[in-house]
């Protein structure tokens, strides 16, 4: 079972970037799917998540109305798309699974994990 983040990049503030996360061995509708990131020298921080019936997305305040989850069922494929990207948004982006519906923003609530995509907003 495997997950995989990928879409970081660089971008110049104001830009926009999507994210995607993959998986193999799973099923992203049955799962709560959260996206977190972690900047240098901070704690990992939860910054979106969405339920498996798609009906409550979920988003940190310094993200709502820039950021929007998704998911692609025929794709399996949960996406985050990164709009008015600013400086303080650059960090190692990460997307996780959860299979016991714990608070979504608790790294402690997420089962599988994938590896990081570094998302860079800079001029």
């Known amino acids: 079972l495997q997950l995989q983040a990928s879409g970081g990049g660089l971008v110049q503030p104001g830009g926009s970037l999507r994210l995607s996360c993959t998986a193999s061995?799973?099923?992203?509708?049955?799962?709560?799917i959260g996206w977190f990131r972690q900047a240098a020298g901070k704690e990992r921080e939860g910054i979106s998540s969405?339920?498996?019936?798609?009906?409550?997305?979920n988003y940190r305040d310094s993200v709502k109305g820039r950021f929007i989850i998704s998911r692609n069922t025929d794709k399996n494929t949960v996406y985050l798309q990164m709009n008015s990207l600013k400086p303080e948004d650059t960090a190692v982006y990460y997307c996780?699974?959860?299979?016991?519906?714990?608070?979504?923003?608790?790294?402690?609530?997420?089962?599988?994990w994938g590896q990081g995509t570094l998302v860079t907003v800079s001029s």
């Open positions: 996780a699974a959860d299979t016991g519906g714990g608070p979504w923003t608790l790294r402690s609530s997420y089962d599988y």
């Open positions: 969405l339920n498996t019936g798609m009906t409550r997305p």
């Open positions: 061995g799973l099923t992203f509708e049955d799962y709560t």
